[in-house]
């Protein structure tokens, strides 16, 4: 997978909405996010398992929510033994773009996702050349310090591997630790998380959730843990309550001082090439092939989240290289 296809995926914000909940399912088609998960697994009882299935396979059928940009549906893990009766449903629906892989601890479990698509949906494999083939796409739990531990391989078990989400209760949970304020305890899964879905050109690298959300408090602890996250290289961060999602994709977002640097960066550095300049300067900064290349990479990122960012361009055109 290409950085241009990474770079086209957006996936700032991804709630979680519990499939068990007709009142939930209904109230999401009126939400504005990048991405649903419906969820199967932990927000649902052992009792509730099938008639959340019926739930959800009866939900989609029906129109798709106009602003959700991707509708995922988090399924039970493998090792549950839940797996195949998920799949055997959700399948069904030709609005589903994405499954969500909890406890992701090993190739192996990947490859069994692999296989039932392969047979189910052949026609919705990444390497369908149709335009209209909408391949179905996975974003993998990492839930464990095994998961961690496998983490490279986990990268290469899939053609159908989008994106890697990082859990931190569970987590916490396996390692025995707690969670902090600073999350310090997380930095090194975090941060070979966002690196090897980097280095396997992965799309999505999705954070952990955030507990608050409530008053300002919540809120500013909520921006905080995302711009902590995106200065470790995530692009998304989990959401469980849809109060959440505004704040985040936000902060997701490029900023518009960011915006207007990129700009006049990209404008300057077609100049600076014309005249056969490979470093220069740019208020008082040496700008050279990765700060371009990193600003055309926030352009792209800001026409994705709604940006004008052709006004901008208009608005800086005699912008020159210093």
């Not at 305890?185 to 999505?204: D, G, K, M, V, W």
């Not at 921006?223 to 200065?231: R, T, W």
């Not at 005249?275 to 926030?298: H, Q, Y």
Request: aromatic share 6%; proline share 5%.
């Amino acid at each position: 997978m290409s950085r241009n296809v990474a770079a086209s995926v957006l996936r700032r914000a991804l709630l979680y909405v519990p499939s068990s909940s007709p009142k939930f399912l209904e109230k999401s088609r009126g939400l504005k996010v990048d991405s649903i998960a419906y969820d199967l697994e932990d927000s649902v009882t052992l009792e509730n398992k099938q008639m959340a299935r019926k739930n959800i396979v009866d939900f989609l059928k029906g129109e798709r929510p106009k602003d959700v940009g991707e509708i995922a549906v988090r399924i039970n893990s493998v090792s549950s033994g839940l797996a195949l009766q998920d799949l055997t449903e959700v399948l069904k629906s030709q609005h589903l773009d994405t499954l969500v892989i909890p406890k992701v601890n090993s190739p192996s479990d990947l490859h069994f996702i692999n296989d039932i698509l392969r047979h189910t949906l052949p026609w919705r494999h990444p390497s369908t050349s149709s335009a209209t083939s909408n391949p179905v796409k996975i974003l993998a739990l990492i839930e464990s310090a095994r998961s961690i531990v496998n983490l490279t391989s986990i990268c290469q078990a899939s053609p159908y591997l989008h994106g890697l989400i990082f859990a931190a209760e569970d987590f916490s949970l396996d390692l025995n630790i707690t969670r902090t304020p600073s999350l310090d305890e997380f930095s090194y899964a975090r941060s070979h998380i966002a690196t090897c879905a980097r280095a396997f050109n992965l799309p999505s690298t999705i954070d952990l959730v955030c507990t608050s959300y409530r008053g300002n408090e919540g809120k500013a602890r909520l921006e905080e843990e995302s711009l902590q996250g995106k200065g470790l290289g995530f692009n998304g961060k989990q959401c469980i309550h849809p109060s959440q999602v505004d704040i985040v994709q936000k902060a997701f977002a490029p900023a518009e001082g960011e915006i207007e640097w990129s700009v006049r960066v990209v404008i300057a550095d077609k100049k600076a090439e014309k005249k056969g300049k490979g470093a220069w300067t740019l208020d008082n900064k040496m700008i050279d092939a990765p700060v371009s290349g990193k600003a055309r990479e926030v352009l792209k990122k800001a026409e994705l989240c709604g940006f004008d960012v052709e006004a901008m361009m208009e608005k800086w055109k005699d912008q020159e290289p210093e």
